[in-house]
């Protein structure tokens, strides 16, 4: 039996546009008040909870940012939370290290960057290596995001990806498998992205599923999507670099 721990949300939404992106409260994005935030935190450390997942998509683009940090700090938790590499900066780091923040979140997708242009991404793998710079200098765990079998992708993803990881070293890592949820564009347009939905069986619809994609990428056999991902997943498991 460890520590209570409880996630929390201080947002609804997220101000980009990415292709696989199925938030249907993309924008505008509606914030709680830093004073609401740290009234539920509060009633949460009565209770026992020392430990807290905020669960917004960009963490750090709450208002009043460095005021809530200060409010952060004043209770005494540890945190974690998930950001885009391209906004983070060094000092708001260290600052967010200073509140309690152990662990922060970072969706590269691919560090391929035709995968990241097709998917409209609108980062490169240069603003995700130099996030997790940041992370490091600061003393916050980094956490990757990677997402295997999206539309682009190719065996010079798999060469790319396996790169990123021996250069930029992260923490902490999760290999999901793409799903074109409902209510991103590509799941509307499926054909402009290079895919056909071959699964219309919303029960199988799980991005950490097993042996399933319910896509295909037009240029080659589903087979081959698979072969990159066990391919990737393995080499990733074994941790040799």
Request: proline share 4%; hydrophobic share 35%.
């Amino acid at each position: 039996k460890g520590d209570l721990a409880m996630t929390v949300i201080g947002s609804r939404g997220f101000p980009y546009n990415c292709s696989f992106c199925a938030n249907l409260f993309r924008s505008p994005v509606v914030y709680r008040s830093r004073q609401n935030i740290i009234g539920e935190l509060e009633e949460l450390k009565k209770r026992g909870v020392r430990h807290i997942r905020f669960e917004d998509d960009n963490f750090t683009l709450i208002p009043q940012f460095d005021n809530l940090l200060l409010d952060i700090h004043k209770l005494g938790i540890s945190w974690k939370c998930h950001t885009r590499s391209k906004i983070l900066r060094l000092d708001q780091a260290k600052m967010m290290k200073w509140a309690g923040c152990e662990e922060m979140g970072i969706g590269v997708e691919s560090a391929d960057e035709v995968v990241l242009e097709i998917n409209n991404k609108q980062e490169k793998v240069v603003d995700h290596l130099r996030a997790i710079r940041i992370l490091k200098e600061a003393g916050i765990r980094s956490k990757t995001y990677f997402v295997a079998g999206l539309p682009g992708e190719t065996d010079k993803t798999l060469k790319a990806n396996m790169d990123f990881f021996i250069t930029a070293k992260p923490d902490k890592w999760t290999l999901a498998t793409f799903t074109p949820y409902p209510g991103s564009e590509i799941f509307k347009h499926p054909e402009q992205f290079g895919i056909r939905i071959i699964d219309k069986d919303f029960n199988h619809w799980w991005n950490f599923t097993e042996r399933r994609f319910v896509h295909q990428l037009v240029y080659e056999p589903q087979e081959k999507t698979w072969e990159r991902y066990d391919t990737l997943y393995t080499w990733l498991v074994r941790e040799e670099w």
